[in-house]
Protein backbone atom coordinates (compact mmCIF):
# COMPACT_ATOMS: atom_id res chain seq x y z
CA UNK A 1 0.00 0.00 0.00
CA UNK A 2 3.16 2.09 -0.10
CA UNK A 3 3.26 2.23 -3.86
CA UNK A 4 -0.34 4.18 -3.85
CA UNK A 5 -0.50 7.62 -3.24
CA UNK A 6 -3.55 10.02 -2.94
CA UNK A 7 -3.96 13.66 -2.79
CA UNK A 8 -5.40 16.13 -1.19
CA UNK A 9 -5.28 14.56 1.91
CA UNK A 10 -8.00 17.33 2.97
CA UNK A 11 -9.94 19.34 0.76
CA UNK A 12 -12.85 21.89 1.22
CA UNK A 13 -15.37 22.78 -1.46
CA UNK A 14 -17.91 25.10 -1.75
CA UNK A 15 -21.46 23.75 -1.82
CA UNK A 16 -22.12 24.05 -6.72
CA UNK A 17 -18.65 23.02 -7.00
CA UNK A 18 -16.54 20.26 -9.20
CA UNK A 19 -13.74 19.16 -7.50
CA UNK A 20 -11.09 16.23 -8.53
CA UNK A 21 -9.79 14.05 -6.08
CA UNK A 22 -6.04 12.08 -7.41
CA UNK A 23 -4.85 8.98 -7.32
CA UNK A 24 -1.54 7.40 -8.48
CA UNK A 25 0.04 3.86 -7.88
CA UNK A 26 3.36 2.78 -9.42
CA UNK A 27 2.56 -0.90 -8.13
CA UNK A 28 1.74 -1.87 -11.68
CA UNK A 29 -2.19 -2.76 -11.14
CA UNK A 30 -4.68 -3.66 -13.36
CA UNK A 31 -7.33 -2.91 -11.52
CA UNK A 32 -8.35 0.43 -9.33
CA UNK A 33 -11.26 1.47 -7.22
CA UNK A 34 -13.18 4.29 -5.39
CA UNK A 35 -14.81 3.76 -2.45
CA UNK A 36 -16.56 6.77 0.13
CA UNK A 37 -16.59 6.05 3.65
CA UNK A 38 -18.95 7.91 5.84
CA UNK A 39 -18.33 8.18 9.82
CA UNK A 40 -18.84 5.01 11.42
CA UNK A 41 -20.23 3.26 8.54
CA UNK A 42 -18.24 1.08 5.65
CA UNK A 43 -17.13 1.08 2.71
CA UNK A 44 -18.97 1.74 -0.35
CA UNK A 45 -17.76 1.32 -4.21
CA UNK A 46 -18.43 4.30 -6.32
CA UNK A 47 -16.51 3.12 -9.58
CA UNK A 48 -13.84 0.74 -10.42
CA UNK A 49 -11.58 0.13 -13.41
CA UNK A 50 -10.56 -3.21 -14.56
CA UNK A 51 -8.07 -1.78 -17.18
CA UNK A 52 -6.96 1.34 -19.00
CA UNK A 53 -9.91 3.24 -20.86
CA UNK A 54 -12.53 1.26 -19.15
CA UNK A 55 -14.33 1.44 -15.94
CA UNK A 56 -17.56 0.76 -14.13
CA UNK A 57 -19.95 2.09 -12.15
CA UNK A 58 -20.03 0.84 -8.66
CA UNK A 59 -22.94 1.23 -6.13
CA UNK A 60 -22.94 4.57 -5.72
CA UNK A 61 -22.03 6.49 -8.43
CA UNK A 62 -24.43 9.10 -8.90
CA UNK A 63 -23.01 12.72 -8.84
CA UNK A 64 -19.19 11.06 -9.83
CA UNK A 65 -16.92 10.90 -12.62
CA UNK A 66 -14.25 8.56 -13.17
CA UNK A 67 -11.08 8.81 -16.13
CA UNK A 68 -8.39 5.77 -16.72
CA UNK A 69 -6.10 7.17 -19.19
CA UNK A 70 -3.37 5.80 -17.85
CA UNK A 71 -2.75 2.98 -15.80
CA UNK A 72 -0.93 4.56 -12.89
CA UNK A 73 -4.10 6.97 -12.71
CA UNK A 74 -7.82 6.64 -12.00
CA UNK A 75 -8.87 10.77 -10.76
CA UNK A 76 -12.57 11.00 -9.08
CA UNK A 77 -14.23 14.01 -9.96
CA UNK A 78 -17.27 14.68 -7.19
CA UNK A 79 -19.36 16.99 -9.32
CA UNK A 80 -22.36 19.40 -7.91
CA UNK A 81 -24.72 16.66 -8.59
CA UNK A 82 -23.54 14.46 -5.39
CA UNK A 83 -25.94 16.01 -3.16
CA UNK A 84 -24.32 15.13 0.07
CA UNK A 85 -20.73 14.55 -0.47
CA UNK A 86 -18.68 15.12 2.53
CA UNK A 87 -17.40 12.01 3.39
CA UNK A 88 -13.91 10.30 3.45
CA UNK A 89 -12.32 8.83 0.35
CA UNK A 90 -10.33 6.08 -0.54
CA UNK A 91 -8.74 4.67 -3.78
CA UNK A 92 -7.56 1.33 -3.75
CA UNK A 93 -5.76 -0.85 -6.25
CA UNK A 94 -5.17 -4.84 -7.32
CA UNK A 95 -2.89 -6.88 -9.24
CA UNK A 96 -6.07 -7.84 -11.14
CA UNK A 97 -9.99 -7.86 -10.87
CA UNK A 98 -11.73 -9.29 -8.03
CA UNK A 99 -10.07 -12.66 -6.38
CA UNK A 100 -6.85 -10.25 -5.19
CA UNK A 101 -6.14 -8.37 -2.56
CA UNK A 102 -6.55 -4.47 -2.47
CA UNK A 103 -4.12 -2.19 -1.57
CA UNK A 104 -5.94 1.19 0.15
CA UNK A 105 -4.13 4.98 -0.95
CA UNK A 106 -4.51 7.05 2.29
CA UNK A 107 -7.99 9.17 1.70
CA UNK A 108 -8.90 12.11 1.20
CA UNK A 109 -11.59 13.84 3.34
CA UNK A 110 -13.33 15.82 1.46
CA UNK A 111 -16.04 18.91 3.46
CA UNK A 112 -18.27 20.37 1.88
CA UNK A 113 -18.51 24.26 3.40
CA UNK B 1 -27.75 -10.86 -3.72
CA UNK B 2 -24.30 -8.85 -3.17
CA UNK B 3 -24.31 -8.31 0.80
CA UNK B 4 -22.33 -9.67 3.41
CA UNK B 5 -23.83 -9.19 7.09
CA UNK B 6 -20.96 -8.86 9.72
CA UNK B 7 -21.61 -8.92 13.42
CA UNK B 8 -21.43 -7.92 16.31
CA UNK B 9 -21.10 -4.30 14.99
CA UNK B 10 -18.91 -3.25 18.65
CA UNK B 11 -17.26 -5.63 20.61
CA UNK B 12 -15.48 -4.95 23.88
CA UNK B 13 -13.00 -7.62 25.36
CA UNK B 14 -10.56 -7.72 28.10
CA UNK B 15 -6.83 -7.53 27.20
CA UNK B 16 -5.88 -10.93 26.85
CA UNK B 17 -8.67 -12.48 25.98
CA UNK B 18 -9.81 -13.42 22.71
CA UNK B 19 -11.90 -11.61 20.21
CA UNK B 20 -14.16 -13.18 17.47
CA UNK B 21 -16.39 -11.41 14.09
CA UNK B 22 -18.34 -13.51 12.37
CA UNK B 23 -19.14 -12.71 8.87
CA UNK B 24 -22.05 -14.73 6.34
CA UNK B 25 -22.53 -14.18 2.64
CA UNK B 26 -24.45 -14.88 -0.11
CA UNK B 27 -22.88 -15.78 -3.33
CA UNK B 28 -21.98 -19.65 -2.75
CA UNK B 29 -19.52 -19.10 -5.84
CA UNK B 30 -17.01 -16.43 -4.00
CA UNK B 31 -13.84 -18.14 -3.53
CA UNK B 32 -11.83 -15.10 -1.66
CA UNK B 33 -12.21 -13.93 1.33
CA UNK B 34 -10.42 -10.59 2.82
CA UNK B 35 -10.23 -9.39 6.18
CA UNK B 36 -9.10 -5.45 6.62
CA UNK B 37 -7.94 -3.61 9.87
CA UNK B 38 -8.61 0.43 10.02
CA UNK B 39 -7.45 2.45 12.86
CA UNK B 40 -9.22 5.38 13.35
CA UNK B 41 -8.59 7.86 10.79
CA UNK B 42 -6.08 5.82 8.39
CA UNK B 43 -6.28 3.57 5.30
CA UNK B 44 -8.20 0.05 5.94
CA UNK B 45 -5.26 -2.23 5.84
CA UNK B 46 -4.94 -6.42 4.72
CA UNK B 47 -4.05 -8.69 7.96
CA UNK B 48 -5.31 -12.49 6.52
CA UNK B 49 -7.22 -13.51 3.51
CA UNK B 50 -8.52 -16.99 3.23
CA UNK B 51 -9.30 -18.88 -0.29
CA UNK B 52 -12.09 -21.66 -0.81
CA UNK B 53 -9.85 -24.10 -1.15
CA UNK B 54 -8.92 -24.04 2.70
CA UNK B 55 -11.26 -24.51 5.43
CA UNK B 56 -8.68 -22.29 7.79
CA UNK B 57 -5.58 -20.07 8.04
CA UNK B 58 -3.56 -18.32 10.60
CA UNK B 59 -1.14 -15.92 11.28
CA UNK B 60 0.34 -15.50 14.89
CA UNK B 61 -2.62 -14.62 16.93
CA UNK B 62 -4.81 -13.58 14.09
CA UNK B 63 -6.93 -16.99 12.75
CA UNK B 64 -9.78 -16.79 9.85
CA UNK B 65 -12.09 -19.84 9.55
CA UNK B 66 -14.25 -20.05 6.24
CA UNK B 67 -17.33 -22.68 6.04
CA UNK B 68 -18.73 -22.80 2.39
CA UNK B 69 -21.49 -25.07 2.96
CA UNK B 70 -23.52 -22.17 5.71
CA UNK B 71 -21.80 -19.41 3.65
CA UNK B 72 -19.80 -17.79 6.80
CA UNK B 73 -16.11 -17.16 8.16
CA UNK B 74 -14.69 -15.57 10.74
CA UNK B 75 -12.10 -13.87 12.52
CA UNK B 76 -10.43 -15.10 15.29
CA UNK B 77 -7.72 -12.82 17.43
CA UNK B 78 -6.39 -14.13 20.33
CA UNK B 79 -4.36 -12.96 23.17
CA UNK B 80 -5.23 -9.40 22.32
CA UNK B 81 -3.69 -5.86 22.89
CA UNK B 82 -4.18 -2.49 22.75
CA UNK B 83 -3.53 -2.40 19.69
CA UNK B 84 -5.73 -4.60 18.01
CA UNK B 85 -7.98 -1.67 18.81
CA UNK B 86 -9.59 -0.69 15.84
CA UNK B 87 -12.79 -1.29 13.25
CA UNK B 88 -12.35 -4.53 11.39
CA UNK B 89 -14.02 -5.49 7.93
CA UNK B 90 -14.49 -8.66 6.34
CA UNK B 91 -14.76 -9.12 2.63
CA UNK B 92 -15.27 -10.93 -0.09
CA UNK B 93 -15.37 -11.39 -4.15
CA UNK B 94 -18.57 -11.35 -5.67
CA UNK B 95 -17.82 -13.68 -8.59
CA UNK B 96 -20.52 -12.47 -11.46
CA UNK B 97 -19.37 -8.61 -11.27
CA UNK B 98 -15.34 -9.54 -10.03
CA UNK B 99 -15.27 -6.67 -7.27
CA UNK B 100 -15.42 -6.95 -3.38
CA UNK B 101 -17.94 -6.55 -1.04
CA UNK B 102 -17.45 -5.35 2.41
CA UNK B 103 -19.29 -5.66 5.77
CA UNK B 104 -20.16 -2.73 7.46
CA UNK B 105 -17.13 -3.37 10.07
CA UNK B 106 -17.07 -3.80 13.82
CA UNK B 107 -15.20 -1.42 15.73
CA UNK B 108 -13.07 -3.68 18.73
CA UNK B 109 -12.31 -2.37 21.74
CA UNK B 110 -9.72 -4.07 24.25
CA UNK B 111 -10.29 -3.20 27.75
CA UNK B 112 -7.04 -2.59 29.91
Known amino acids: DGGITQSPKYLFRKEGQNVTLSCEQN?????MYWYRQDPGQGLRLIYY???????QKGDIAEGYSVSREKKESFPLTVTSAQKNPTAFYLC????????????FGPGTRLTVL | GENVEQHPSTLSVQEGDSAVIKCTYS??????FPWYKQELGKRPQLIID?????GEKKDQRIAVTLNKTAKHFSLHITETQPEDSAVYFC???????????FGSGTRLSIRP
Open chain 2, 91 to 101: AYQYSSASKII
Open chain 2, 27 to 32: DSASNY
Open chain 1, 49 to 55: SQIVNDF
Open chain 1, 92 to 103: ASSMERGADTQY
Open chain 1, 27 to 31: LNHDA
Open chain 2, 50 to 54: IRSNV
